[in-house]
């Protein structure tokens, strides 16, 4: 059975660092795109990076530009997320995602959660 499987949240004073894993088993991940969504309490789930397949091209949205590295190991079939300089406003949680669109979006793990602190 496929699965997605997020790993690195926990809790972070601002400033700190987390690094984010998206493990997958079950998929060519070489065949895909790749993202890593994020929602906080009461917010509407925000896109926060994409990677193309062959990892040429990539997408951050504007918050965290400088701050978070996406990047991907196809022959581990994981994605990572390298988040520094943590505001409290990162607080949510993580997804990944995996698909044949941009961003991926056809299939979900169920999240890891990411809490700054101030």
């Known amino acids: 059975q496929a699965q997605l499987v997020e790993s690195g949240g926990g809790l972070v004073q601002s400033g700190g660092s987390l690094n984010l894993t998206c493990t997958t088993s079950?998929?060519?991940?070489?065949?895909?795109?790749i993202g890593w969504f994020r929602q906080a309490p009461g917010k509407d789930r925000e896109r926060v990076s994409c990677i193309s397949i062959k990892g040429d091209n990539t997408y951050y949205t504007d918050s965290v530009k400088g701050r978070f590295t996406i990047s991907r190991d196809n022959t581990e079939s994981k994605a990572y997320l390298q988040m520094t300089n943590l505001k409290p406003e990162d607080t949510a949680n993580y997804f990944c995602?995996?698909?044949?669109?941009?961003?991926?979006?056809?299939?979900w793990g169920k999240g890891t959660l990411v809490t700054v602190s101030s």
């Open positions: 079950g998929y060519a991940l070489s065949h895909f795109a």
């Open positions: 995602t995996v698909g044949s669109a941009w961003c991926g979006m056809n299939w």
